[in-house]
Every structure is written in structure tokens, then in C-alpha cells.
């Protein structure tokens, strides 16, 4: 099944992105790849880092004349700070990071070894792998967008996406990733007073996948349901706290009759009267667009300085500040695009295969033509 890993560290030479099992066949854009990461970096509130990484990514395997021929594919983003061992240890664990406990996991008093690897930089490395993944979906018709609809407490209206390459483009063009113009500017605003105060700002991004036919995932093992493996994938992106889809957490609130999505027959075809189910029901995609949205956390590192302790001598001391983002929400729209794209393209290749872009793209065909010859008989 396809999957990737990721591996490098924060001040490292480089970040590495490993895919197996990537179908033989598909003609590969770099260029797109760079893009993404590029949409990545220049986030608005980002940390000056940013400005000097480079983000360009190199296949060093799986390609062969530009064509994805089946072997493991590996893409190398280069660090433009690989200081890594020039780096002075730290024994001062920052609250709200991996520190503290990896410091214990690991038993290090060197917490620098636990945020080398836990730092958010290793998200350009799962931003390659998404990309990559993108470019697999289009083939079937299949389109993922990420986009910021809350920061701190500036929230933007419920926007319409009657199409997603127009939403792209002026979420492309938004300088924090929102797709309500008249929210910019107050979105922009907290982000700027937070940084004037020495603080960080959170908020909440959400995605949509159109295109997605039915019968991706399963209900038939818990870990086959395909939103518990789009949670999961997206739980594990640093500053992600909480996962809805749909209706999400607005479920608790609502009647049974409420909630429910329902079916009518509109043109031969099933049409829903809502989606809170966010496109999966029982763990399989339903062909409704999927709904996804995410909790982002503040970046805890902030320049008011917290209290902590000193894993060497045992006593209290001011949590340590280093450059960091004042707000990341815009930056995860483009993680949690990547990210969500990643999983559905698995879901993708387990029901159709993944040896080969024509043989998916065979099975695929078959598929939609069994789902016409069913409705024909009901």
C-alpha cells in the first residue's frame, strides 16, 4: 500500500521524504513540488527562517525520464541552517514542545536532541510527499484544497467552492490562506498584534477533497475506515490538536433527524440535501466532497517566557525563546492539504491497485461502470 516516511532534523543537512510504492507510469512535476513548498514557506506569520530556506527538491530515486517507474522514490529538500552540531546543548525543556517528555523518553539532558527532530520543519518533507500524491489524484479526477477559516478569534464566513482551481487561486493569492477577502485583514491584524506583544496566535484550517468516488476505505476493520486513517495522519502534524469532519464537534448538538444526510433521486442520480457526515460514512467515502478541519495550536515558543526546569540542576528557570512563527495556521493549510491528499491516494491505490498508473487507471474505469450497471437495476 502506498506510504511514505520521513526522515532529517531540523538544522540538518537535509529533509528526506521516502515513497513506496508509488504506481510506475505517472510523468512527475518537480516544479509543482517546489510550489507547494514555496506555499508553505511564505505564509504570513511565518519566522524569518523562512526567507532563506530555498525549498528545492530533489528526486534522487523512482524517476527515470521523468516517469515514476515503481521503485521507492526519495526527495531530498536541502536545509539552508545545517548547524547542527555546532548547536550549544540545552537542559532547559520549552513547555508545549516534545522536550520535556522526549527528554524522558530518551533520557537526555540535551533537549536540542528532541527538538531536532520534533521541529515543524520536518512538515516540508511530508509537503514533497503530498505533493507528489496530488499529482496521482488529478489523474482520477480528484482535487484537495487546504484554507484558513479561523485565526485566534477572527473567523471568516462559510465560503462556497463551486470550483476548487478558482478557490486555489485566491487562496494562492490570500496573504494568510483564507478564502474570504473581507477576513483578511482581521486575520492579519491578530497575527500582527500577537507578534507585537511577544505572543503567538492559533486557529483552525480546513479541507476539502472533491472527486472522491465512492467505496474508498472500509467499515469492515477499524483500521481500514478511511477517517480514522485521515484523523490519525492529520493528528500526527505538529500543532494539530483536534480533527473534525462534517459537522464535527456541531454533531453533539443536533437531533438524530438533524444530523442525518438525506438521499434523493435527482436526474438518475443520489443527491444529499447536506454533507455532515463530511464524505464518509461508516468508514468509506459516500462521493460526497470530504470535509475536513483542524485545530492549530498557538506556537508555544513565544517571547514571553514561561517558567520551566533545568534537567541538570533539578531547579526552575525561564523557558528559553528561539525564532519561531508567530502564527502557523496559514503554513498547516498547505501541511494538511498534503497530508490529507497522501491519504486518500493510499485509499486510492488499495482499491484499485498500485503497480502501475494503467492498471489503476483500467480498474478505475471497470469500477465506474459497475456503479452505472447497479443503479440501472435498482
Not at 117 to 132: F, I, K, Y
Not at 195 to 222: N, Y
Not at 237 to 246: C, D, N
Request: charged letters at 25%; proline letters at 2%; glycine letters at 10%.
Amino acid at each position: 500500500m502506498l506510504s511514505y516516511l520521513t526522515a532529517g532534523e531540523s538544522h540538518g543537512k537535509s529533509l528526506i521524504a521516502l515513497i513506496e510504492d508509488f504506481p510506475a507510469g505517472l510523468k512527475i512535476d518537480i516544479g509543482g513540488i517546489e510550489r507547494d513548498l514555496i506555499l508553505r514557506s511564505k505564509a504570513y506569520g511565518r519566522s524569518v527562517r523562512q526567507e532563506k530556506e530555498k525549498n528545492r527538491a530533489r528526486i534522487l530515486s523512482g524517476l527515470r525520464r521523468g516517469l515514476t517507474i515503481g521503485s521507492p522514490i526519495i526527495i531530498q529538500i536541502d536545509n539552508a541552517f545545517s548547524d547542527i552540531d555546532e548547536i550549544e546543548p540545552s537542559a532547559v525543556p520549552r513547555p508545549g514542545h516534545a522536550e520535556f517528555a522526549g527528554a524522558l523518553k530518551y533520557l537526555t539532558h540535551d533537549v536540542k536532541n528532541i527538538s531536532e527532530r520534533a521541529s515543524a520543519r520536518e512538515t516540508a518533507a511530508r509537503v514533497a510527499a503530498g505533493s507528489l500524491a496530488k499529482q496521482l489524484l488529478k489523474e482520477f479526477g480528484i482535487d484537495v484544497l487546504g484554507y484558513v477559516i479561523q485565526i485566534g478569534i477572527v473567523t471568516s464566513k462559510r465560503c462556497t467552492l463551486d470550483s476548487i482551481e478558482a478557490a486555489r487561486r485566491a487562496r494562492d493569492a490570500s496573504p494568510v490562506y483564507a478564502l474570504d477577502i473581507s477576513a483578511e485583514a482581521q486575520m492579519a491584524g491578530a497575527i500582527d498584534s500577537a507578534s507585537a506583544s511577544g505572543d503567538s496566535v492559533g486557529g483552525v484550517v480546513e479541507m476539502i477533497s472533491r472527486g472522491v468516488v465512492p467505496g474508498l476505505g472500509s467499515h469492515t476493520q477499524w483500521t481500514r475506515k478511511l477517517d480514522g486513517r485521515i484523523a490519525v495522519a492529520l493528528m500526527s502534524v505538529q500543532a494539530v490538536k483536534g480533527v473534525e469532519f462534517g459537522a464535527g464537534f456541531l454533531a453533539a448538538t443536533l437531533t438524530g433527524s438533524q444530523y442525518v444526510d438525506e438521499m434523493r433521486i435527482e436526474g438518475g442520480a443520489v443527491t444529499r440535501g447536506s454533507n455532515n457526515a463530511g464524505g464518509i460514512e461508516g468508514g468509506i467515502s459516500n462521493g460526497e466532497d470530504i470535509i475536513v478541519r483542524c485545530a492549530v495550536k498557538p506556537v508555544p515558543t513565544t517571547k514571553k517566557s514561561g517558567q520551566s526546569v533545568n534537567l541538570n540542576t533539578g531547579e526552575e528557570a525561564s523557558a528559553r525563546y528561539e525564532r519561531s512563527d508567530v502564527c502557523a495556521v496559514a503554513a498547516a493549510a498547505i501541511i494538511c492539504e498534503s497530508v490529507l491528499s497522501f491519504e486518500i491516494a493510499s485509499a486510492l491505490c488499495e482499491k484499485f491497485g498500485s503497480d502501475s498508473l494503467e492498471e489503476m487507471r483500467s480498474n478505475w474505469r471497470t469500477y465506474l461502470k459497475a456503479i452505472r450497471r447497479f443503479w440501472k437495476k435498482v
